[in-house]
């Protein structure tokens, strides 16, 4: 197995999710279809290596990657997906979300967490809303 499986039928627009942030990005594509914005869902359980069929299926195919992750934005989902698509010819957009890349001396539970580091359904879905729908053309 390439190390992941698609969970929502691919679109233009795609997200990529791991570990705990997997079901939660099905809400988000639920959520989102409901406003009109389709997006697929992947769930990637196995980071390194990333299969080739990985970039076949998913990256070649799409507009618009999003990755979102539980985990520091820096050296983990995006970055691997990034580096993968950089390597591809076509033309696809990554945007990485993901807590900050800043030590944390706050704590508390996994849902302050997700609220303190835009993580939560509400603010994954402004993330992804504010950079797949373009204001239209007049």
Request: glycine fraction near 8%; include cysteine.
């Amino acid at each position: 197995s390439d190390g992941y499986r698609i969970v929502r039928p691919l679109q233009d627009v795609n997200i990529v999710a791991s570990g705990f942030m997997a079901p939660r990005a099905i809400e988000v594509s639920e959520e989102l279809a409901d406003r009109g914005i389709d997006v697929g869902v992947v769930d990637l359980y196995r980071i390194k290596p990333i299969g080739k069929g990985f970039s076949d299926a998913v990256l070649s195919t799409s507009r618009h990657v999003i990755t979102v992750e539980e985990s520091c934005v820096l050296g983990g989902v995006g970055t691997a997906v990034s580096e993968l698509a950089t390597e591809i010819d076509e033309n696809v957009r990554v945007t990485r979300i993901g807590a900050a890349d800043r030590q944390s001396i706050e704590y508390g539970s996994r849902e302050w967490f997700h609220e303190n580091n835009g993580l939560d359904n509400n603010s994954i879905i402004e993330s992804i809303t504010k950079v797949t729908v373009r204001a239209p053309v007049r």
